[in-house]
Every structure is written in structure tokens, then in C-alpha cells.
């Protein structure tokens, strides 16, 4: 059963949006990885959204295009980065994990055995940033058999047609897009015509309403819910972190002094981040 509904439940009853930060499992190796979404959890993150290394991320800018990368090159296949999250799962069994994954790895695996493999690790949702939602029964009916919520990306200035698609093809959450083009903190969020896409998305009994794409800073975070949206997700910011602190980690002997230092410094800076940007997820009063 997915953990998305109680999570939202509880966070409106607290009056708060929900924070979901955004990791590349495998970046910049397994084991790190695993330590940093520790880090994201500890800073106080409402849900996580996983990414798995794939090459040909074509939906991501530069700094995710490189988390790809180091995770491929540390060996995180599809089956390492499951190991990760089955982890994960067993220390946290209330905590709404996500993934995002390119189409062509469940295209490869074979639907039925992809969602049933991810359903196993005790992932919640599965979110195909290059399938659209034209292309998505197939997708849906094989997440539903397995218990996965397959969620889909509203994107932005959509037409009624394809909102009404996502609404009505989307469970545990909608991803909205923020604004036009790839994944980075370069071009910030928008939250131009997002209400009028949530009030559209809900009016046909959508899931709840996360926006992406360009969150980095606090202000947009509280500007992405008092526009409407149940909740904000952070990605490039996030992997910025994780890059700054990977040419020592990836360099250092794992057991020494100079390893463990930069480890923790990682560590803390990702509990800070994931603090601050919670710290803004607050519904105005009367929404």
C-alpha cells in the first residue's frame, strides 16, 4: 500500500507542505549514496525521490547528467541500486520512497518484472520523466499490478487535455514542472499559471500536486505552496552537494581520517539543507 496518503494526510492537519529532496542512488558510490539519503532523512525529508543512473538522461541538465555518470562508473546497475533501497526501506518502513527511472530500463527488464522487483526494495512510486502520458497504459497497468503508483509530469502551460490526462493517470502524486526545459538550478522555478494547473489537476480528483524542476532555495519552496502545490521537490541542488564533496571521497582511502571527515561534512551539509528548505514548506493561513 502506497505511503504517500498518510503522509499528506498528516503534513495538512500540521498546516505544512511536504519537502521530497532528490539523490542519485550510486552517486558518488553505493555506499555513499546509502549515507547520503540517511543525511536527507535526518535533515527531516517528508518523502524521497531516487534517481537511478542511466546514459541517456535526456530530461536532466548538466549537474544530474554527472550524477549518471559517477554512479555509472561506481558499477550502480539497476540491481545495485535496489540493494540500496531495500536498505533504506528496512530503517525506514513509513517513509514514501520514490524513483525516477529513464523508460528504457523497464522497457529492457520487462514491465512486469520491474515492478514487481521495485515493489519488492519497498518503493512506493515510479515516475518515467521520458514517457509521456499518451504512452503510459501499458506503464500504469503494470505498476498497478504490482502495487506501484506510476506517477506522470504535468508540464507547464499544458493543455486542459493533457492535465486532465495526468489527473486521471497519476497516483500517489502529480509532478508539475515548474517551468520549460531540463532539470538544473541554473533557470529558476516558476510558479506562473501553477494554480490555475492545480485547480484544474484537482478538479478531476488528481493525487496531490508536487512541483520540481529549479527548487534551490527556501523562498521557492514557500512560493510553491502558497501557489497551490501540496509539496515541492529539490533535485540539482542536492546533487550540487554531493558533486562538491565526491573528487575527495572518490580519491580518499574509504577508512582514512581525510575519507570520514569529507564524509561528514557531506553529511552535515545535506542535514542543513533539507532543515532550511523544510523550515519554508508552510500552507498561508486558511489554504
Known sequence: MSRYPEMFARLADAGQGAFVPFVMVGDPTPAISEAVIEAL?????????????????????????????????????????????????????????????????????????????????????????????????????????????????APPSSS?????????????????????????????????????????????????????????RPEQVAEAIAAGADGAISGSATVKIVEAHAPVLLTARPDSPEHDAELEALTGELRDFVTAMKAAAIRPAGQ
Open 41 to 153: 532523512i535526518n535533515g527531516g525529508a517528508d518523502a524521497l525521490e531516487l534517481g537511478i543512473p542511466f546514459s541517456d538522461p535526456v530530461a536532466d541538465g548538466p549537474t544530474i547528467q554527472r550524477a549518471h555518470i559517477r554512479a555509472l562508473e561506481a558499477g550502480a546497475d539497476f540491481s545495485a541500486c535496489l540493494e540500496v533501497v531495500s536498505r533504506v526501506r528496512e530503517r525506514h518502513p513509513g517513509l514514501p520512497i520514490g524513483m525516477l527511472i529513464y523508460g528504457n530500463v523497464p522497457f529492457a527488464v520487462g514491465l512486469a518484472e520491474f515492478y514487481t522487483r521495485c515493489a519488492d526494495a519497498g518503493i512506493d512510486s515510479v515516475l518515467l520523466p521520458d514517457v509521456p502520458v499518451r504512452e503510459s497504459p501499458a506503464f500504469s497497468a503494470a505498476a498497478e499490478a504490482a502495487g506501484i503508483d506510476a506517477v506522470y509530469i
Open 160 to 216: 486542459d487535455q493533457t492535465l486532465d490526462a495526468v489527473a486521471a493517470s497519476s497516483r500517489g502524486y502529480v509532478y508539475a514542472v515548474s517551468r520549460v526545459g531540463v532539470t538544473g538550478t541554473e533557470q529558476a522555478s516558476s510558479t506562473v499559471g501553477l494554480a490555475d494547473s492545480v485547480t484544474r489537476l484537482r478538479a478531476d480528483a488528481a493525487a496531490p500536486v508536487m512541483l520540481g524542476f529549479g527548487i534551490s
